[in-house]
């Protein structure tokens, strides 16, 4: 019941609890608010530091720059051997000599990590800086290995930044033996006297800048420079960008947990607690339920804790309703049927028709009060599902009391006295009929109708013969006010809110009992607060303080004027002075 009455204020429907119905914590699974903030943040981040390892462009930057500076010293090397390595006598053709440039290509590139090598104009190898004399070749070794925790970093970046690299595109370096021109196709265009430059992928994953440059003597190509360099210190730099960016994004991570992290705290956490208190109220866990309060957050989170607190108590506040209601209820319906039962026992012990036919007109009497009872009961159980589905339309109440009033002048008998009608205009009070367009309202004009039809029928069964019932329609400020008057005995002060309870029933002298229900203004009360409005009794006394009549005034918003104000909907906790 609470479970159904919970799922009704949220507005939607209610999941019942039973003993196969997993709890609040299981059903998050692993999809918390907390862990989404976490996923969302990190992901953004890592998405950031990803591209650390996708340093293509500044690689091709560095090779550019490389390549730039190998063509320089190239041009060098050209010109020095041109100067130091050829031999040029008067009347014979300049001839490049080969000692001279084996000695001369060792000695240019020993403070560098460049291979020099030159070949002649027929292709063939005539120096190379790493082969001593008498055919010794002089590998390079590669630098000492790192042992340490960066290395395996490094080896770990440098993994990933493979699968991203995009080294298809060069070719293969292979070095044969003996070397020859024809392998090199840079070369070749340097011994047609144009530089040339390549970069190559060799077997261990590196690369090979080469440059080549002619070596000329007075214009004449006598061979070609080729410079060589590895990749190891272009990959020292770009390593060296990368643990730049690991460290930066390892701080910025570490950061970003941490706020993700108070984030959810005030955040998750809050939610959470608000889920769980709101299951234990939805599996009935009684009144001692609290709502945590975070209205001091001045938040959504703050809103969200008030207006649950406000709901839980507007259920509690529902759930006495309906159990004084059923109370009322199964009371008011116990004395007409203890009646029927007591006639219908009588009756078979009587022979006499005359009694007979008194004891049945009892029965009939209590049985048509229960008619009356079971239908203004159902009345009122379905007021509150309607009025909180209220569509509002333009009603004019002036016409409408006027057709009120029309139907009752109709069918009123001689001693019911007069029923009038008055539209109060710019603070003067005179008979009228007014226009359409006057003491407009927004509303359901069928349960409005119900409401005066209700107040008339009250003031009508208290109103003395030949007594007036006024009816004054009039606006004040951004509302509409109808007042009914009667002529009658009054209400008791102590009664004035009593009135309006549920199964209130005060009879005038002579009325028949069980006439009426008691529900008529309880009904009447609950439909204008639906409405926005108010509804009040008070009694009319003369100058002397004496009580003349009753007074009932009902206030509603003007048309166009009303938003915002719904009523609660489930005013219906009030009930009747006159049982309508």
């Keep these: 019941m609470i479970g159904r009455a919970w799922g009704r204020l949220l507005g939607g429907r ?141 080896n770990l970046l440098d993994g990933l930044a493979s699968l991203l690299r995009a080294r298809d595109h060069y070719p293969d370096y292979a070095e044969h033996w003996p070397q020859h021109a024809a392998d090199y196709p840079e070369v070749e ?162 022979n006499d028709p005359a009694q007979q036919k008194k004891l049945l007109t009892i029965i009939l009497d209590d049985v048509q009060r229960l008619d009356r009872l079971i239908s203004d009961i159902s009345d009122a159980s379905r007021l509150d599902a309607e009025m909180s589905r209220l569509e509002r339309a333009p009603v004019p109440l002036a016409r409408m009391l006027e057709m009120l009033v029309d139907v009752y002048r109709t069918t009123a008998r001689d001693d019911d006295g007069r029923i009038e009608f008055v539209a109060a205009e710019n603070g003067s009070s005179a008979p009228a009929r007014v226009s359409r367009d006057d003491l407009m309202v927004s509303g359901m004009e069928g349960r409005l109708v119900q409401v005066f039809r209700n107040l008339i029928a009250n003031a009508l069964s208290f109103n003395p013969p030949g007594g007036t019932i006024r009816i004054v329609g009039d606006r004040g400020g951004d509302t509409v006010v109808v007042t009914i008057e009667d002529d009658g005995p009054g209400i008791p002060d102590a009664k004035l809110v009593a009135i309006f309870d549920r199964f209130y029933t005060e009879r005038p002298a002579g009325e028949k009992f069980g006439t009426h229900s008691g529900l008529g203004l309880s009904i009447s009360k609950q439909i204008v607060e639906a409405h926005g409005g108010t509804i009040v009794a008070e009694n009319r006394r003369d100058a002397a303080g004496r009580v003349i009549g009753a007074r009932f005034i009902v206030r509603l918003p003007q048309a166009g004027r009303d938003a915002g104000h719904g009523g609660s909907g489930h005013g219906g906790s009030r009930s009747t002075r006159t049982p309508s």
Excluded at 20 to 34: A, E
Excluded at 121 to 135: E, H, K, M, P
């Design 189 to 350: 265009n340097a011994l047609d006297g144009r530089g040339g430059q390549s970069v190559r992928a060799n077997a261990s994953g590196g690369l090979v800048l080469s440059v080549t440059a002619p070596v000329r003597r007075y214009k004449e190509v006598l061979g070609a420079v080729l410079l060589s360099v590895g990749s190891a210190d272009l990959e020292r730099q770009v390593r060296s960008v990368r643990f730049d960016i690991l460290r930066i994004f390892l701080a910025v991570l570490g950061v970003t947990i941490l706020l993700s992290l108070y984030l959810a705290g005030t955040i998750a956490r809050p939610v959470r607690r608000l889920a769980e208190a709101a299951e234990q109220v939805r599996r009935g866990q009684g009144r001692q339920v609290a709502i945590p309060d975070f209205t001091h957050r001045r938040d959504e989170i703050g809103e969200l804790s008030g207006a649950l607190a406000e709901m839980t108590g507007a259920l509690w506040r529902r759930m006495d309703a309906i159990e004084r209601f059923a109370a009322d209820v199964a009371h008011e319906i116990k004395n007409p049927l203890t009646s029927v039962r007591s006639a219908v026992e009588t009756a078979t012990r009587l």
């Design 14 to 154: 209610s999941v019942q609890p039973g003993p196969s119905q997993p709890g609040l914590k299981r059903r998050m699974g692993p999809f918390s608010l907390t862990r989404r903030i976490l996923a969302i943040n990190v992901l953004a981040i890592a998405l950031l530091g990803g591209g650390m390892l996708y340093l293509d462009r500044y690689e091709r930057g560095l090779i550019v720059t490389e390549l730039a500076a190998l063509r320089t010293q190239a041009d060098i090397f050209a010109a020095a051997l041109s100067e130091g390595a050829v031999l040029d006598s008067p009347g014979e053709d300049p001839v490049l000599a080969a000692a001279l440039a084996q000695q001369m290509t060792r000695r240019l590139v020993e403070p560098t990590r460049i291979r020099a090598r030159l070949f002649g104009t027929d292709g063939n190898l005539i120096a190379d800086s790493r082969v001593l004399g008498q055919g010794i070749t002089v590998h390079q070794l590669p630098p000492p290995s790192d042992t340490s925790s960066n290395f395996g970093i490094a």
